[in-house]
């Protein structure tokens, strides 16, 4: 279950609030007259989030080639590796 907090509180103990988060690294979802109004996470979930989000975009675009005939044969670990960091370089 996501922990809640009310946006009041994050205005009083704001250090407390981003120790906690970053701490236990798990989403604190702020609250605001009984409706969830948004969402804090430690720099360790986002950077988690940005990677998952990057290779989804990667895999989107390797199926969009794939449906284009625009795929390659690697027969070699050393072509797979060569792939991979032609990937990244891309993915920057």
């Not at 250090?15 to 988060?21: E, G, L, P, T």
């Not at 990677?51 to 969009?64: H, V």
């Amino acid at each position: 279950m996501l922990n809640t907090i009310s946006a009041k509180q994050i205005q009083r103990e704001y250090k407390k609030v981003f120790q906690q988060v970053n701490k236990e690294n798990k989403p604190v979802i702020v609250i605001t007259n009984n409706k969830p109004v948004g969402a804090l996470i430690s720099m360790d979930l986002l950077d988690k989030l940005e990677e998952n989000l990057r290779l989804e975009l990667l895999e989107k675009k390797a199926l969009q080639e794939y449906k284009k005939g625009k795929t390659q044969t690697i027969s070699t670990a050393d072509e797979l590796q060569d792939f991979f960091v032609e990937i990244r370089k891309s993915a920057e």
